[in-house]
């Protein structure tokens, strides 16, 4: 199996992708639809994105590939612990930084950081927080930072200036695995999937969202993203527990068919373990 990943190596998304593959069967890309389009061409056997962090929510290109461009599946999900660092060449010192690059997502997740710490201080996009790194720990310019991981610092040679400088500790990052197919009932599953209402009228997402009610089937989340059709036209997105196979899950799926407009599954998969993750980094934090 070769998995594809964002890279290049020493991202987050890399450190996903280690836990379905070893780094031999690894192979990075510079883009998200990359990645795709790396496993519909069997460049890849599959490809890790995230799709969700537990501050700064969806991943909207993530989504957005799933609802528009592609066939492929969710054959798995997977959580990743999200802690950064502020990374520089060697020998440069907190005050002589005047930028701080890294891909879009840190900034927001380090926002208390930034503001306390580097008032001020330019914010430049990269595309992936390893390239970023790779790009700072390189350069000759002694005013540069980068906001990344430590396994980036150690191999691109860069200097951790501060440790878990993210706003929440408990931060976290969703990741799923794309596939041409999704995976076999476990008997503990997820299912995605994307809907519009056939009629935009009063109760129509009600009567969709009672039907899983019915069979008491656990929505774990829920969020809408525009068509990119018309302004107020949208498409629901909903997780739930239970493999598209089962029983309770078929039946849902027949009855919401005729009142959706579009219906899309994007797969059943294992669900993750969210509670050993978090008591293994919040171990004072009751489970709910």
């Given at each position: 199996m070769t998995t594809a990943f964002l890279g290049p190596p020493g991202t987050f998304s890399e450190e996903a992708a280690l836990l379905r593959a070893t780094s031999e069967n690894l192979v990075a890309f510079s883009s998200f639809p990359a990645l795709v389009s790396a496993v519909e061409t069997g460049l890849a056997d599959e490809a890790v994105l995230p799709i969700e962090n537990s501050i700064e929510g969806a991943v909207s290109t993530t989504l957005d590939l799933l609802i528009h461009e592609t066939a492929l599946r969710i054959a798995g999900e997977l959580a990743v612990p999200v802690r950064h660092f502020l990374i520089t060449a060697p020998g440069v010192r907190l005050a002589d930084v005047r930028v701080v690059t890294s891909h879009p997502q840190p900034f927001g997740q380090c926002r208390r950081f930034l503001d306390r710490c580097l008032p001020g201080v330019e914010q430049v996009a990269a595309l992936s927080t390893a390239g970023a790194v790779q790009e700072v720990a390189s350069s000759d310019d002694g005013h540069r930072a980068a906001i990344g991981t430590a396994?980036?610092?150690?191999?691109?040679?860069?200097?951790?200036?501060?440790?878990?400088?993210?706003?929440?500790?408990?931060?976290?990052?969703?990741?799923?695995?794309?596939?041409?197919?999704?995976?076999?009932?476990?008997?503990?599953?997820?299912?995605?999937?994307?809907?519009?209402?056939?009629?935009?009228?009063?109760?129509?997402?009600?009567?969709?969202?009672?039907?899983?009610?019915?069979?008491?089937?656990?929505?774990?989340?829920?969020?809408?993203?525009?068509?990119?059709?018309?302004?107020?036209?949208?498409?629901?997105?909903?997780?739930?527990?239970?493999?598209?196979?089962?029983?309770?899950?078929?039946?849902?799926?027949?009855?919401?068919?005729?009142?959706?407009?579009?219906?899309?599954?994007?797969?059943?998969?294992?669900?993750?373990?969210?509670?050993?993750?978090?008591?293994?980094?919040?171990?004072?934090?009751?489970?709910?």
């Open positions: 396994r980036a610092a150690e191999l691109y040679g860069g200097t951790i200036l501060a440790h878990d400088i993210q706003d929440v500790h408990t931060n976290v990052t969703r990741f799923v695995v794309l596939a041409s197919e999704d995976a076999p009932p476990t008997g503990d599953d997820k299912t995605s999937l994307a809907f519009r209402v056939r009629e935009n009228v009063p109760g129509a997402l009600h009567d969709i969202l009672a039907e899983f009610a019915v069979e008491t089937l656990q929505m774990t989340k829920i969020e809408s993203r525009p068509s990119k059709g018309w302004l107020g036209d949208y498409v629901f997105l909903i997780d739930f527990e239970g493999h598209r196979r089962d029983e309770r899950v078929a039946r849902v799926l027949d009855r919401i068919r005729e009142r959706c407009s579009m219906l899309k599954i994007f797969g059943s998969y294992p669900r993750f373990p969210l509670d050993s993750l978090r008591a293994s980094i919040d171990p004072g934090q009751p489970i709910d």
